[in-house]
């Protein structure tokens, strides 16, 4: 049996062909797929792009029924700084809607919605809640996408336009290269991020240069659509100015064009560079980039074109975050003259630095290989594996924790769910990327004022960290979100990895006051009973089916067992560090009740109904995201995942439910059942070409679904505290696994 450890485990011994690896899975199209646009990235910035390369056809990918929502919301330009928030008729804040809960400490406030609809008007408190669940919200910051200009008009491409078409994400570089037939010319597009700023390149080479084709670049107004980040109808209500050439910035014969862009409170910049170059601007908030010397249309041209997205650093753009190490901090800032502080690069400059980053991101950290297995699955799911680390990377990396379609497009308006940030991120550190696991971690230290306040109000001691938020952590008005728990020891359980991952001292300075605040909360939010301490009401479990009878909910059972488990926790943590231990912690923890049991499976909660069948059959969690602790019996656990796979409602599911199967079923050492689970044909189990986890119509790709996949797959191979001492335990005997890298779970 291992011992507890916190470095790598063994791995196994032949090295993988790494590059061999990654690019059998690059990303290949020749036909519009609506549903699997791919993106490029660095976790703080990203573009999704269409078949061309760019974002010509916004009609062809829209989300939902195309009468509800409009086009092109898979199409974006999203960063981790762009937030915007529409003037509201007057001030509102949470008061409106707290209302009085009991609890068994007495009556506790907390944010509900309680507006309603009159007269099928909207009442002040609705209207109140309405702004304050939508703002802030993620802005999309352009659409740049290629135009026709015939006879002094100028028209957008339509799919009709193109033909011939043929894209390749090619991985292990993440540039994306594009080509196909217009008006009878040949185009090929080669598309990048940079790796360490909010810059893309963009290399066009065609005849069709000089026959008419352009690229356009239209600017929206912020929206609080649930999904849409772009409001292309108020046009009046922001305001969009372009400068330059301006001499200056004239370096290697490339030339600068700065747009300065404002929405209200938002202000940010857009610094188109190139050489040979004209940028014009054609309308109230669209730009028209062509050649500067158009030459015929039988002359092959290239246009090399840059683009650099800047935040002003106030307002509602905040300043752009680092989201690892080596980025160039300097880089990519408003000057206080106006100016950008940007460097011209041409496209080749953006291509080649993607080129040297991705080689290097794949080459360090972990690495599972599946191909020699006999298993057909086996095939599909280091697909997945592939193209879930580098979509987790480009979206889930970043200064903030992610939403939860990540810098795609606007998922409950591009507000973050605290819940969710263990799915995003933790297969970061168990993968050993901890760098790009800090920076997201690293806010929680940004809200804990806040959050402060949130579990004084309450009456409780420590943190009480919010649910819907944007960077700023207020909570949003909600009959579900506020009532969740959950939350409450991820940032414990995170810092937990990273301390595995790299066990020094400095992990734990750093994260100590996170730490020890969530547990300060936890400890004084369980409430002592004849039985011993339990948790509620009112709460709402992570199986958010109970929401209707939260005031009465109690124990839910993989709650008690991350309570436990946090507390333990971050009780290691202060011995550690040399600290007095907090004796109301362990006692907590110690007198946890056990969770209810019903015919020998774990139920949901501990009240009426008990448990229902649909949702997220989140008591597996207590023995798979988490590892075995005193409240928890293997055997009885085991019979309730036997009873969830045999009778659960599939289609109200979520992408991280079948990773969760996986690893409960990995730690009860039934490999077969959690192979089973990450390959189950479920709706909500959908991995798409391009390797998003789609869930439905209006959620088209889910991140923690990619996510929880990574933790899964890095248990199975790697192992956990304890567990049995043979090769990638949590796989099958007969399967083939090469694995590097990884870190031990707990």
Same mark, same amino acid.
């Given at each position: 049996?291992?011992?507890?450890?916190?470095?790598?485990?063994?791995?196994?011994?032949?090295?993988?062909?790494?590059?061999?690896?990654?690019?059998?899975?690059?990303?290949?199209?020749?036909?519009?797929?609506?549903?699997?646009?791919?993106?490029?990235?660095?976790?703080?910035?990203?573009?999704?792009?269409?078949?061309?390369?760019?974002?010509?056809?916004?009609?062809?990918?829209?989300?939902?029924?195309?009468?509800?929502?409009?086009?092109?919301?898979?199409?974006?330009?999203?960063?981790?700084?762009?937030?915007?928030?529409?003037?509201?008729?007057?001030?509102?804040?949470?008061?409106?809607?707290?209302?009085?809960?009991?609890?068994?400490?007495?009556?506790?406030?907390?944010?509900?919605?309680?507006?309603?609809?009159?007269?099928?008007?909207?009442?002040?408190?609705?209207?109140?809640?309405?702004?304050?669940?939508?703002?802030?919200?993620?802005?999309?910051?352009?659409?740049?996408?290629?135009?026709?200009?015939?006879?002094?008009?100028?028209?957008?491409?339509?799919?009709?336009?193109?033909?011939?078409?043929?894209?390749?994400?090619?991985?292990?570089?993440?540039?994306?290269?594009?080509?196909?037939?217009?008006?009878?010319?040949?185009?090929?597009?080669?598309?990048?991020?940079?790796?360490?700023?909010?810059?893309?390149?963009?290399?066009?080479?065609?005849?069709?240069?000089?026959?008419?084709?352009?690229?356009?670049?239209?600017?929206?107004?912020?929206?609080?659509?649930?999904?849409?980040?772009?409001?292309?109808?108020?046009?009046?209500?922001?305001?969009?100015?372009?400068?330059?050439?301006?001499?200056?910035?004239?370096?290697?014969?490339?030339?600068?064009?700065?747009?300065?862009?404002?929405?209200?409170?938002?202000?940010?910049?857009?610094?188109?560079?190139?050489?040979?170059?004209?940028?014009?601007?054609?309308?109230?908030?669209?730009?028209?980039?062509?050649?500067?010397?158009?030459?015929?249309?039988?002359?092959?041209?290239?246009?090399?074109?840059?683009?650099?997205?800047?935040?002003?650093?106030?307002?509602?753009?905040?300043?752009?975050?680092?989201?690892?190490?080596?980025?160039?901090?300097?880089?990519?800032?408003?000057?206080?003259?106006?100016?950008?502080?940007?460097?011209?690069?041409?496209?080749?400059?953006?291509?080649?630095?993607?080129?040297?980053?991705?080689?290097?991101?794949?080459?360090?950290?972990?690495?599972?290989?599946?191909?020699?297995?006999?298993?057909?699955?086996?095939?599909?799911?280091?697909?997945?594996?592939?193209?879930?680390?580098?979509?987790?990377?480009?979206?889930?990396?970043?200064?903030?924790?992610?939403?939860?379609?990540?810098?795609?497009?606007?998922?409950?308006?591009?507000?973050?769910?605290?819940?969710?940030? &263990?799915?995003?991120?933790?297969?970061? /550190?168990?993968?050993? !990327?901890?760098? #790009?696991? %800090?920076?997201?971690? =690293?806010?929680? @230290?940004?809200?804990?004022?806040?959050?402060?306040?949130?579990?004084?109000?309450?009456?409780?001691?420590?943190?009480?960290?919010?649910?819907?938020?944007?960077?700023?952590?207020?909570?949003?008005?909600?009959?579900?979100?506020?009532?969740?728990?959950?939350?409450?020891?991820?940032?414990?359980?995170?810092?937990?990895?990273?301390?595995?991952?790299?066990?020094?001292?400095?992990?734990?300075?750093?994260?100590?006051?996170?730490?020890?605040?969530?547990?300060?909360?936890?400890?004084?939010?369980?409430?002592?009973?004849?039985?011993?301490?339990?948790?509620?009401?009112?709460?709402?479990?992570?199986?958010?089916?109970?929401?209707?009878?939260?005031?009465?909910?109690?124990?839910?059972?993989?709650?008690?067992?991350? &309570?436990?488990?946090?507390?333990?926790? /971050?009780?290691?943590? !202060?011995?550690? #560090?040399? %600290?007095?231990?907090? =004796?109301?912690? @362990?006692?907590?923890?110690?007198?946890?009740?056990?969770?209810?049991?019903?015919?020998?499976?774990?139920?949901?909660?501990?009240?009426?109904?008990?448990?229902?069948?649909?949702?997220?059959?989140?008591?597996?969690?207590?023995?798979?995201?988490?590892?075995?602790?005193?409240?928890?019996?293997?055997?009885?656990?085991?019979?309730?995942?036997?009873?969830?796979?045999?009778?659960?409602?599939?289609?109200?599911?979520?992408?991280?439910?079948?990773?969760?199967?996986?690893?409960?079923?990995?730690?009860?050492?039934?490999?077969?059942?959690?192979?089973?689970?990450?390959?189950?044909?479920?709706?909500?189990?959908?991995?798409?070409?391009?390797?998003?986890?789609?869930?439905?119509?209006?959620?088209?790709?889910?991140?923690?679904?990619?996510?929880?996949?990574? /933790?899964?797959?890095?248990?199975?191979?790697?192992?956990?505290?304890?567990?049995?001492?043979?090769?990638?335990?949590?796989?099958?005997?007969?399967?083939?696994?090469?694995?590097?890298?990884?870190?031990?779970?707990?």
């Amino acid at each position: 049996m291992h011992s507890q450890s916190t470095i790598p485990s063994p791995q196994s011994p032949a090295a993988i062909d790494r590059k061999v690896l990654v690019r059998r899975h690059n990303v290949r199209q020749e036909h519009l797929d609506p549903r699997s646009p791919v993106s490029v990235g660095n976790g703080e910035f990203a573009f999704t792009m269409d078949l061309t390369g760019l974002q010509s056809l916004p009609g062809a990918y829209p989300v939902g029924a195309r009468d509800e929502l409009p086009p092109g919301t898979l199409l974006g330009t999203q960063t981790q700084w762009g937030w915007h928030s529409v003037p509201s008729e007057q001030p509102y804040d949470l008061a409106a809607s707290t209302v009085l809960y009991d609890s068994p400490r007495g009556p506790v406030p907390y944010v509900d919605m309680v507006g309603d609809i009159v007269n099928d008007r909207e009442t002040d408190t609705s209207l109140a809640e309405t702004w304050l669940r939508a703002n802030a919200h993620r802005l999309d910051l352009g659409r740049i996408g290629f135009r026709w200009m015939e006879d002094g008009t100028e028209r957008p491409l339509t799919a009709a336009d193109i033909a011939g078409t043929e894209q390749t994400l090619d991985l292990w570089t993440g540039v994306v290269t594009s080509r196909f037939t217009l008006a009878g010319h040949s185009v090929t597009v080669t598309t990048a991020c940079h790796p360490d700023r909010d810059q893309l390149g963009f290399r066009v080479e065609s005849s069709a240069l000089g026959a008419g084709l352009v690229v356009g670049f239209s600017f929206p107004y912020g929206s609080e659509a649930w999904h849409d980040a772009a409001d292309w109808a108020s046009v009046d209500a922001h305001t969009t100015q372009l400068d330059g050439p301006d001499p200056s910035q004239v370096h290697d014969g490339r030339t600068a064009w700065t747009v300065r862009r404002e929405l209200d409170n938002s202000r940010y910049q857009v610094v188109i560079s190139g050489s040979d170059l004209t940028v014009q601007q054609t309308g109230q908030h669209r730009l028209r980039i062509s050649p500067a010397h158009a030459g015929g249309p039988d002359t092959a041209k290239v246009l090399d074109l840059s683009v650099d997205f800047v935040s002003s650093g106030d307002g509602d753009c905040i300043p752009r975050g680092d989201n690892r190490p080596a980025a160039q901090a300097a880089e990519a800032k408003a000057t206080p003259e106006g100016g950008t502080g940007v460097e011209l690069s041409p496209a080749r400059s953006v291509i080649e630095a993607s080129a040297a980053y991705w080689p290097e991101f794949w080459s360090s950290g972990g690495a599972i290989e599946l191909d020699a297995t006999a298993d057909p699955r086996a095939k599909e799911l280091e697909r997945r594996i592939v193209l879930s680390q580098y979509l987790t990377a480009i979206n889930c990396s970043g200064s903030l924790p992610p939403q939860e379609t990540g810098l795609v497009c606007n998922s409950w308006r591009g507000r973050f769910h605290l819940e969710m940030h &263990w799915w995003h991120a933790a297969h970061f /550190a168990h993968w050993n !990327r901890v760098e #790009l696991l %800090l920076p997201s971690l =690293r806010w929680y @230290s940004t809200v804990l004022e806040t959050s402060r306040q949130t579990a004084k109000a309450q009456g409780f001691e420590g943190v009480r960290w919010p649910k819907q938020v944007g960077p700023e952590g207020r909570e949003s008005p909600s009959p579900i979100g506020t009532f969740l728990i959950w939350q409450q020891p991820h940032p414990i359980h995170l810092a937990e990895l990273v301390y595995r991952a790299n066990p020094n001292r400095e992990v734990l300075e750093e994260f100590a006051e996170i730490v020890f605040e969530s547990a300060a909360f936890m400890a004084s939010f369980a409430h002592p009973t004849s039985r011993g301490f339990e948790l509620g009401p009112p709460l709402i479990p992570a199986q958010e089916s109970y929401g209707s009878i939260r005031a009465k909910v109690t124990n839910p059972t993989f709650e008690l067992a991350y &309570w436990q488990w946090g507390l333990r926790t /971050a009780s290691a943590w !202060r011995e550690r #560090l040399g %600290l007095e231990p907090v =004796r109301a912690w @362990s006692d907590v923890a110690d007198g946890m009740v056990p969770p209810r049991v019903i015919d020998g499976v774990y139920a949901a909660i501990d009240v009426e109904p008990f448990t229902i069948r649909t949702d997220h059959p989140s008591m597996l969690c207590a023995l798979g995201v988490l590892p075995q602790t005193d409240l928890i019996d293997p055997d009885i656990m085991r019979a309730t995942l036997s009873d969830v796979l045999a009778d659960w409602d599939w289609g109200s599911t979520w992408g991280w439910d079948y990773p969760v199967m996986a690893m409960t079923a990995a730690r009860l050492e039934d490999p077969e059942a959690a192979v089973d689970a990450l390959l189950l044909s479920a709706g909500k189990n959908t991995v798409l070409t391009n390797g998003h986890n789609r869930q439905t119509d209006s959620l088209p790709l889910y991140l923690p679904g990619n996510g929880g996949l990574l /933790a899964a797959v890095a248990l199975m191979a790697a192992g956990w505290d304890n567990g049995p001492e043979r090769h990638a335990p949590g796989f099958p005997s007969d399967w083939t696994v090469a694995w590097e890298g990884l870190v031990q779970a707990p």
